[in-house]
């Protein structure tokens, strides 16, 4: 069984890279993250998630959530506010070893100027011919957890669906599969989430029919319906916690992104495959007020001497948790001066109990 899956894997590995596009950067938005605790930490999480986040970071961390029921929103900005970037995820314990979650993404770029019409065919100018469209990227990502019968051990998956538009010009579908686990022994937390394992693929469809003039007029090709192809990336994490006082509490993570695509601007890279660590620390007061560190976007950047620096992206966060409620704040990128990077993120997190009507497995 093993060695027909590794063949069957093997040949859809080789097939699509006959059919599809290879870009390095491919549905990069679902790779921005949700919840203002992971922004605050440089999304050192895949270790600790355990609520309902978890079904983007790390699906294996949904059996942390603690209720039957975890409900999570988030809203930032980018680009001065053009862009805008939610996120809305459900999570609902199945039974005393299984949970399941929905999370909904949307990047998007809306009241877009089309501006094909705005000269008429007596070489008018009509500005009440201008008519707007959104650029949009959607992410569906169901996802399932489940404790397994080694002790602290639990995994996970994600299902994605994507869909992108582009108004009436360029749509997309893809699919793709995500994988996690996390291991708990006292005070250690480990985890490992591979994303798009099986590779992710959008295929699009262009409608060039208004655009073949313009194209033709500027000597730029004209796109065909093509298969873009997402390569797979794996994410490492290890965190520790430490009792600093009766009621302080600490938590410290480090992550690693390797990816496989070639050799990326990170801390450490080969023409095969790229390193990209990240930490994070959480410190909180009685589970009721958490402050939080990140330290990302580690790089060694060459002057014009060849001289190498060390430089690198911090971030803080805010949190307090009373009772069901939890709401998350984040200031991110802090050493970058690009406006289009610097944000403010807020989450909202909301958990209660559902009537008793989960099994014992």
């Known amino acids: 069984m093993t060695r027909q899956l590794f063949i069957s894997m093997t040949g859809l590995f080789m097939v699509s890279g006959l059919l599809a596009e290879v870009p390095k950067y491919s549905n990069e938005f679902l790779s921005i993250g ?35 029921m ?18 809305a995820g459900f999570a609902i ?19 877009i100027p089309n501006t094909l019409e705005l000269i008429d065919n007596n070489g008018n100018i009509r500005y009440d011919r201008i008519t707007t469209f959104s650029a949009a990227d959607y992410g569906f990502l169901f ?11 639990s995994y996970g998956g994600n299902a994605k669906l994507i869909y992108r538009r582009t108004g009436d010009f360029a749509s997309a579908w893809g699919f793709g599969f995500d994988l996690g686990f996390q291991y708990r022994l006292r005070q250690w937390h480990f985890g ?13 469809s262009f409608n060039t029919e208004d655009l073949e003039d313009v194209f033709l007029a500027t000597g730029n090709e004209i796109p065909s319906n093509s298969l873009e192809l997402t390569m797979p990336r794996l994410i490492l994490g290890a965190a520790r916690s430490f009792r600093l006082h009766e009621k302080i509490s600490l938590l410290a993570e480090l992550n690693t992104d390797v990816t496989f695509d070639g050799k990326r601007h990170v801390l450490a890279s080969t023409p095969f495959l790229s390193i990209d660590p990240h930490l994070g620390m959480e410190v909180d007061y009685n589970k009721l007020v958490f402050l939080r560190l990140g330290i990302g976007n580690m ?30 704040y984040a200031l991110t990128d802090i050493a ?26």
């Open 299 to 328: 790089q060694l950047i060459p002057d014009f001497e060849n001289q190498k620096s060390f430089d690198f992206q911090p971030s803080l966060g805010l949190g307090i948790h009373w009772r069901n409620f939890t709401v998350d």
């Open 34 to 68: 949700v919840g203002a605790r992971a922004f605050g930490m440089s999304h050192s999480v895949v270790a600790s998630t355990g609520d309902v986040t978890a079904g983007y970071w790390n699906p294996a961390g949904l059996i942390g959530i603690q209720r039957n």
């Open 70 to 87: 975890d409900i999570g929103l988030m809203h930032a900005e980018y680009f001065a506010g053009i862009a805008k970037y939610d996120y």
């Open 336 to 361: 970058d001066q690009s406006i289009a990077l610097y944000s403010n993120i807020f989450s909202l997190k909301f958990n209660f109990n559902l009537p008793s009507t989960i099994k014992s497995d």
């Open 93 to 111: 314990r199945i039974d005393n070893r299984s949970v399941g979650a929905l999370s909904i993404i949307r990047f998007g770029v809306d009241d």
């Open 143 to 153: 996802s399932y957890a489940r404790s397994s019968k080694v002790e602290g051990l």
């Open 192 to 204: 490992a989430n591979a994303r798009d394992v099986t590779s992710t693929f959008n295929a699009w």
